[in-house]
Each structure stands twice: as C-alpha cells, then as structure tokens.
C-alpha cells in the first residue's frame, strides 16, 4: 500500500481550522486520520484526553523530546505542544493521509525538515478575512482571560506573516467555501500521491 500524506494544515487561533477539516474525516475516499498532537497545556471543562489532546506534564514532554520522540514541538502561550513521532508514521505506513493541524512554528519547521525528502508532505495555511475579525473572534469564544487573548493576538499577527512557507493559502471567509477550497486541494494532493 502507497504511503499516507502528511498533510500540515496551520493559522492563527481563532482562524477555524478545526471547523474546516472535522467533517472531511467521514468522506472515506480521503482516507484522513487526525495527529492528536500531545500538550502541557490544561485540559478545557469540553475536552477529553486523547480526543482532543494528549495531556501531559511537563517532564513527560520534555522526557519525549530527549529522546527523540517528537516529530515536532514548539511552545506557545507557556506550553508546549508537539506531534508524537509513532503515532504519525503507524498511520501513514497504513496508507492514510494524516492531518496535522499545528501552529506555524511547528508547521514551518516540519516543512523545513521534510520539504525535500519527503513527496507527500502538503502544507496548508488558513487565514481569517482580516486581523480586525479575527481579533473579534478570540474575544467572543470566553474560554481565555485578557492576557492570554492579548498573547494570542500578538502571536497571531506573526503567524499570518508565516503564511508565504505554505503550498496552499486558504482565506476562510465564508465557511462552505474554504471547506470546499480544502477538499479540493487535498484531493488533488492525493491523485498526485498515488501516481
């Protein structure tokens, strides 16, 4: 069996990222399977572990990047969040297309890392209509205090600069549309990978 893509999809908290993907995991002819990156962050009251995220301390992570079990990590807002090695290449050997929705640092350093050795690495970038809404949009989710959503702006802007390191930029405005935008290029992406 031909191996799985490993597609990295990124863009500022807020953004949507997660709304334009979750439904792409039904479609079967995508054969999609979501990394469950690994965080140090607290579990949100919504959350489970190993659905959302795997929570971990802080020792733990860091025991994981010592030995080299991270395909990436990066620190944000504190925490660390990164993506376990095993999990990712079990499922690509199985043939399914792994996403990966992880901020910029993370994705520019896995592109850094893989942009030439490895075909079927698709880089994704999904930017809002504009700071202003996305700066709107962090506010209204309750679920920070101001100095984490002051932290997330700042981050953000900086992020959305990351965007030109992407194959695909995907403005998501208009919710139905960039969910089509994505499907298409992901099912391009995988033609590609099969020939």
């Known amino acids: 069996m031909k191996r799985g893509l490993l597609i990295i999809l990124s863009g500022p908290s807020g953004v949507g ?17 979501y990394s469950i990156s690994m965080t140090t962050r607290v579990k949100r009251f919504n959350e489970k572990n190993g659905r959302e995220y ?13 030995k080299g079990k991270m395909l990436e990590y990066a620190q944000y807002c504190n925490h660390y969040y990164g993506t376990p090695k095993s999990y990712v290449e079990k499922l690509r050997h199985k043939g399914m297309n ?11 350093n896995l592109i850094k890392q893989f942009k030439n050795i490895d075909q079927g690495l698709v880089s994704i970038f999904v930017l809002p209509p504009s700071t202003e809404h996305l700066i709107k949009r962090l506010c209204s989710r309750g679920t920070e205090d101001k100095k ?48």
């Open 98 to 108: 792994v996403l990966l929705e992880i901020d910029a640092q993370g994705g520019i």
């Open 54 to 66: 795997f929570f971990v301390t802080r020792k733990i992570f860091e025991s994981a990047i010592k």
């Open 148 to 195: 984490t959503i002051d932290y997330r702006i700042k981050q953000a802007k900086w992020e959305i600069k990351q965007a030109k390191h992407y194959d695909y930029k995907i403005i998501n405005d208009k919710i139905s549309v960039a969910k089509k935008q994505l499907k298409s290029i992901l099912i391009n992406a995988i033609k590609k990978n099969a020939n």
């Open 17 to 33: 990222k997660h709304t334009l993907w979750i439904d792409l995991l039904k479609e079967t002819q995508l054969r999609l399977a």
